[in-house]
């Protein structure tokens, strides 16, 4: 499977700066059968131009797509799937990095379990409050993720895969990617989480997001609910519900918390409302090297 081409899909809407971060850390990896489809949606000033005079020597590898109008985020990773011409796909935001090694060491699980829907690994999660790894590695099903989107902001997936499900859903405000990831498993059984760091989320930076943006997360979370809860068991829907509580900055009861939430989510939840009320991190990463 290794000598297979990975098609990485970039959406990015007026940030050239931190778009040629992200470039960049593909450009560096290990693994060189790549190609690049950066999915312009409709920034104020081209990203293309910029690109060619960043990157001159992989004008091949580079390809960009341009829509004439912002469709957002998922329109774009759509348009990018539509273009992809490698056997293997993979997703990056343009604000966040890969390390080195991830197309490598992704590949190398996918040669060993090319049963797997899909593969991932843990990441690093920079904030402004805090930096947090985020270490959850290990095997992962439809129903196991319908508890809590345990998988990350990105995974390796074979581009026929998301084709024939349809790709990413447009019509949910927040929630995609976990949509995304338990729709590839509902359909092709069990994935993998390699328990080491292979991407950078960065949050530290003022840009815009829909994490930033309550009202839209609630109404995407919400919409997500809606559309899975016939799968859910009861527990899972009173636990997804619990949740929202939280998505909508409303305190949540220790009733509530002895009720709705099993008791092996005790901790993370607890943590979780300790990040509401202090806004800093309990658990803090190590700063980057480099």
């Not at 850390?25 to 005079?53: F, H, N």
């Not at 992809?84 to 060993?112: C, I, N, P, Q």
């Not at 498993?185 to 530290?204: F, S």
């Not at 919409?223 to 997804?240: G, I, N, P, V």
Request: aromatic residues 12%; hydrophobic residues 35%.
């Amino acid at each position: 499977m290794k000598g297979e081409l990975v098609s990485v899909v970039i959406p990015t809407h007026n940030r050239p700066e931190l778009l040629g971060r992200a470039v960049a850390s593909v450009v560096r990896q290990t693994y060189t059968e790549w190609e690049i489809i950066v999915v312009d949606d409709g920034s104020k000033e081209a990203a293309e131009p910029a690109l060619r005079s960043t990157f001159p020597d992989y004008e091949k590898q580079i390809r960009v797509v341009r829509h004439n109008q912002p469709r957002g985020a998922c329109a774009a990773r759509n348009t990018g799937v539509e273009h992809a011409k490698g056997f293997w796909l993979s997703f990056l935001d343009d604000d966040d990095e890969y390390t080195e090694e991830r197309l490598s060491r992704l590949l190398e699980v996918m040669e060993l379990r090319p049963d797997y829907a899909f593969v991932c690994s843990d990441y690093l999660d920079l904030r402004l409050n805090g930096n947090r790894l985020s270490q959850k590695g290990g095997e992962m099903d439809a129903e196991r993720v319908l508890w809590s989107n345990i998988t990350t902001p990105s995974v390796l997936t074979v581009t026929n895969y998301v084709r024939a499900i349809g790709g990413w859903d447009e019509s949910l405000s927040a929630a995609q990617d976990h949509d995304l990831y338990l729709r590839l498993l509902i359909h092709y059984g069990t994935a993998y989480r390699i328990p080491e760091v292979l991407y950078i989320y960065h949050q530290e930076h003022l840009g815009p997001r829909i994490t930033n943006n309550p009202q839209k997360k609630f109404r995407g979370y919400f919409e997500f609910y809606l559309k899975h809860k016939a799968r859910m068991s009861k527990q899972q829907r009173a636990y997804y519900l619990y949740k929202l509580l939280g998505v909508q900055g409303k305190s949540r009861r220790l009733f509530q918390h002895l009720f709705w939430v099993p008791r092996r989510f005790f901790p993370s939840e607890i943590n979780n409302i300790l990040l509401e009320k202090t806004k800093l991190y309990r658990w803090l990463g190590p700063s980057r090297s480099k």
